[in-house]
């Protein structure tokens, strides 16, 4: 007998719950009805290729900064290798023209001044050999022309010496240095974009968070942009609220709402953080005889603590305790 009696408490109830009325004696109905919804952040590589590794399981917790997968990186490895080359050789380029020539070659050029100052002091004394002899009329004036000749020619030979061994410690020119550092910073922003792409290819978690799905598995060939892991970080966890257009009065962004969920512990609460600024019809979502045709406006709250996405969720004002009312959706 007491079986029937319950099974047909629980029908009244149904059909109350169905009619959108009360059943039994209990606590106020709640504020608005809605559901926990989760912001998820899909991970996916800018480039197609094989899913070489699978670093986290579905469910599993992650840390900020963990490694989630790994896209097939030869190519850009090869790619990286490569472009770590060419800043190395324009490095040593930009080098080379900033120290002139080589120890070699300035030694090269300081036999060729000595050989000028031998050379020069040799026409040095013949021109005054001839300029002595002439004077004593003892030689032809033509004997003293060439004696000046050599003499010029040594000379210039030298100031020619002296010259490169000069040139030969200056850096190159201006504009070739400013080019030859373009040329290193070139070298280096490709560097940068070819390092930058093979991190793309195996991601870390931004921030820690819920493993909520992965979509592949390794060995699979995955298309550029694809998302590969499935992330709910706890801060991206929301209660999307559906409040009577009547209700309004009592939220407005900031409001602290009493939250109840079935399962959850008591003492819930979550603070309205965006209204939506045009009502609309309640969603088939939460639809019932009694709320079908209302209009309600969606709000937006933040829970104090992270829920399961999907979960049905009542709110009353924050001095309604929810202990005083029955499992959601269902006053006691």
Excluded: H
């Excluded at 061994?165 to 070739?176: F, S």
């Excluded at 390092?195 to 799905?213: I, T």
């Excluded at 970080?233 to 009065?249: D, T």
Aim: aromatic share 4%; with cysteine.
């Amino acid at each position: 007998m007491s079986g029937i009696l319950a099974g047909l408490a629980d029908g009244l109830a149904a059909f109350a719950l169905a009619l959108g009325l009360p059943f039994g004696a209990g606590g106020p109905p709640p504020l608005a009805n809605g559901y926990v919804e989760g912001e998820y952040l899909r991970i996916a590589a800018p480039s197609a290729g094989t899913l070489e590794s699978l670093s986290v399981v579905r469910g599993a917790q992650v840390a900020a900064g963990a490694p989630l997968f790994a896209i097939d990186r030869a190519t850009a490895n090869a790619e990286r290798d490569r472009l770590a080359a060419v800043l190395a050789q324009a490095r040593a380029q930009r080098a080379d023209l900033a120290t002139g020539k080589r120890p070699q070659e300035v030694a090269v050029l300081t036999a060729q001044k000595a050989r000028a100052e031998a050379a020069l002091r040799y026409s040095s004394a013949e021109l005054a050999r001839q300029q002595e002899l002439v004077a004593r009329k003892v030689t032809s004036p033509d004997k003293l022309d060439q004696a000046r000749a050599a003499y010029d020619r040594d000379r210039g030979q030298l100031a020619e010496a002296e010259a490169q061994l000069a040139v030969a410690a200056l850096p190159a020119r201006p504009e070739q240095l400013r080019a030859a550092d373009e040329a290193v910073s070139q070298a280096e922003a490709a560097l940068v974009q070819a390092e930058r792409r093979l991190a793309d290819l195996a991601p870390a978690a931004p921030v820690a968070a819920l493993v909520e799905d992965t979509l592949y598995n390794p060995g699979e060939w995955v298309p550029a942009g694809s998302p590969v892991v499935s992330l709910l970080p706890p801060e991206r966890v929301k209660l999307v609220l559906f409040v009577p257009e009547p209700a309004m009065a009592a939220v407005a962004p900031g409001t602290v709402l009493s939250v109840r969920c079935d399962g959850c512990p008591p003492g819930l609460s979550a603070r309205v953080t965006r209204i939506a600024s045009q009502a609309e019809y309640t969603p088939p979502v939460i639809y019932s005889v009694g709320s079908r045709e209302k209009l309600v406006f969606r709000v937006e709250a933040m829970p104090g603590r992270p829920l399961n996405p999907g979960l049905p969720v009542d709110v009353w004002p924050a001095d309604v305790r929810p202990m005083d009312v029955g499992p959601v959706g269902r006053p006691q």
